[in-house]
């Protein structure tokens, strides 16, 4: 059962700008409810995308740097990244069919 990766501002670019495949980040806060829906969401893609796209966790209150430099301004913010560079932005809770869809489209 895979899991989402936990990304900080010190592995960020390693982990996601580097990534060989595209990677799907979740900006997200404890104190934030629809951060607490996401999370089972993002977990269960973590396990149907596995090995074709990385899914990682990125807690804005502990890394305000990477937050700040992808202008990050609500959360849940969920950013695709692909060859280095943001290719999708959702802002807000989705339902799991909608994430599916943004991310069949970048594979």
Do not use: H
């Amino acid at each position: 059962m895979s899991k989402p990766t936990e990304v900080n501002d010190s592995n960020f670019d390693q982990m996601v700008l580097q990534s060989k495949t595209p990677v799907l980040v979740d900006f997200w806060a404890a104190w934030c409810g629809p951060c607490r829906m996401v999370e089972p969401i993002v977990e269960e893609l973590a396990n149907d995308y596995e090995g074709k796209v990385t899914i990682a966790r990125l807690n804005v209150d502990e890394n305000p740097k990477t937050a700040s430099q992808y202008g990050i301004m609500s959360i849940p913010t969920l950013l695709i990244f692909k060859d280095g560079a943001p290719v999708s932005n959702i802002v807000g809770f989705r339902p799991k069919a909608e994430l599916k869809r943004s991310l069949d489209t970048i594979l």
